[in-house]
Each structure stands twice: as structure tokens, then as C-alpha cells.
């Protein structure tokens, strides 16, 4: 199913809002129209910023946005469950850029709430 363009934009617009000074302005840098990727194994995904050889995408099966290396334009790596807001995602790249390395987390706690569980066979 895709994530309609729309609804991203407005969690883009709402992170925006919640950014930091600093947060805007590596934003500034790194943001590109969103474009829709390969999420290996998972579909397609909408990617909002490349720094380097990392992506910022929203990741519409857990509802946020996370940070994947990609070596081939149009796809994106590595699955992430975090569940971050994109100002969250940028403080993540600033964290990473400040201390030369790679910091996590990969990974977030459960978030409380009803899910549908859906299995095929």
C-alpha cells in the first residue's frame, strides 16, 4: 500500500516546526523533495534527506522517521523501527556528525496503543 504524499507532508511540516535552530539549518542542507525508494524487503518508502551515504525516510509501517545507509540510488538498506519524529531523525544525524560515528539507537520501545495484526499463509 502506498503512503499517500499528503499525510507525509504533514508530519515533514510538523517536525519542521518542532526543529531546533540548528536542526533547520543542517535540515536546510540534506532536504530534498520526497521520493519514493525501495525499502529492501518492505516496499516502497519516502525518502526526505540524504547526507553522504545515509537516508532520512518515513517509515509508514511503524509511523516515523528513521536513518539507513544506501550504496544503490532508489533503495534503502536497512529496516529501523524507531518511531521519531523527523527532528528527532536530524538530531540523530547531528549526534553522528558531532561525534564522527555511528550511535544508535536502532531501535525504539513499544508504543502503547491497538494494532491490527494481519497473517498470511
Given amino acids: 500500500m502506498r503512503f ?4 507525509l507532508w504533514d508530519h515533514i511540516n510538523d517536525g519542521w516546526s518542532r526543529m ?18 525501495e ?4 516496499g516502497p518508502c519516502w525518502v526526505v534527506a540524504l547526507i553522504g551515504e545515509v537516508v532520512i525516510y518515513y517509515n509508514h509501517f511503524e509511523s516515523g ?8 540510488f532508489g533503495v534503502v538498506e536497512r529496516y529501523q523501527s524507531l518511531q521519531d519524529g523527523l527532528e ?3 538530531q ?17 520501545g513499544p508504543i502503547a496503543g491497538e494494532y491490527v495484526v494481519k497473517y498470511s499463509r
Wanted: aromatic content about 12%.
Fill in 4 to 7: 499517500p504524499e499528503e499525510l
Fill in 20 to 37: 531546533s535552530f540548528r536542526q533547520r539549518k543542517l535540515w536546510d542542507v540534506i532536504k530534498r523533495m520526497p521520493e519514493e525508494w
Fill in 39 to 42: 525499502l529492501s524487503g518492505y
Fill in 65 to 72: 522517521f528513521n536513518r539507513s545507509r544506501w550504496s544503490q
Fill in 88 to 90: 528527532d531523525a536530524v
Fill in 92 to 108: 540523530r544525524q547531528l549526534n553522528e556528525i558531532d561525534a564522527g560515528c555511528g550511535l544508535g539507537p536502532w531501535t525504539s
